[in-house]
T-cell receptor, first 118, second 113 residues
Framework: AQTVTQSQPEMSVQEAETVTLSCTYD???????LFWYKQPPSRQMILVIR??????QNATENRFSVNFQKAAKSFSLKISDSQLGDAAMYFC???????????????FGQGTRLTINP | EAQVTQNPRYLITVTGKKLTVTCSQN?????MSWYRQDPGLGLRQIYY???????DKGDVPEGYKVSRKEKRNFPLILESPSPNQTSLYFC????????????FGPGTRLTVT
């Protein structure tokens, strides 16, 4: 079974600075997808960024980018120019590629609470 | 607007009193799922459904039931709630062969006393 680990329960950063959230995972599959979700105080789960394992290029969405190291099974999230609205719980998640029974299931890490200091 | 809705958003109940949390999506998605979120554990899948009348257990199914009689609805049933089911519950949906993430509902905060 796949597992996802976020070893940083809490992180803080000064507004406008850059912060990196860590995520490692364990799988025997070669094709899969990785995600970062943001959960603000409203509790809504918001998809931040997605990475396909077969793509070597790291995904980028505006101020959010990932460092995907497939061999190391590492998937970190970098937030540049941090803003107060980035304060939230961030979850790393894994899913298998389509066609596998139960592939749609998301396996989540424990979460990292990010605080932005003004 | 594409969305997943859940009701109720907040619920306080007592041990043993049967309850149902409803989930509905308007995107014609085949796949629907329930997760529970607990501090330090992230979100864990309870049950999922690949289509109407097709359901299967996730990682933490004990104490829960589901049904999928219509494509849009996927209710979560707690026949005899216990305090260890106090949690934040999310319903999610996606298209069957979607390569992306899932659409999540707004969450239901359940407290069992």
């Amino acid at each position: 079974a796949q597992t996802v680990t976020q070893s940083q329960p809490e992180m803080s950063v000064q507004e406008a600075e850059t912060v990196t959230l860590s995520c490692t995972y364990d799988t025997s599959e070669s094709d899969y997808y990785l995600f970062w979700y943001k959960q603000p105080p409203s509790r809504q789960m918001i998809l931040v960024i997605r990475q396909e394992a077969y793509k070597q290029q790291n995904a980028t969405e505006n101020r959010f980018s990932v460092n995907f190291q497939k061999a190391a099974k590492s998937f970190s999230l970098k937030i540049s120019d941090s803003q107060l609205g980035d304060a939230a719980m961030y979850f790393c998640a894994y899913r298998s590629s389509p066609g596998i029974q139960g592939a749609q299931k998301l396996v989540f890490g424990q979460g990292t609470r990010l605080t932005i200091n003004p | 607007e594409a969305q997943v809705t859940q009701n109720p958003r907040y619920l306080i109940t007592v041990t043993g009193k049967k309850l149902t949390v409803t989930c509905s999506q308007n995107m014609n998605h085949e796949y629907m799922s329930w997760y529970r979120q607990d501090p330090g554990l992230g979100l864990r899948q309870i049950y999922y459904s690949m289509n109407v009348e097709v359901t299967d257990k996730g990682d933490v199914p004990e104490g829960y039931k589901v049904s999928r009689k219509e494509k849009r609805n996927f209710p979560l049933i707690l026949e005899s709630p216990s305090p260890n089911q106090t949690s934040l519950y999310f319903c999610a949906s996606s298209a069957r062969m979607s390569l992306g993430g899932q659409y999540f509902g707004p969450g239901t905060r359940l407290t069992v006393t």
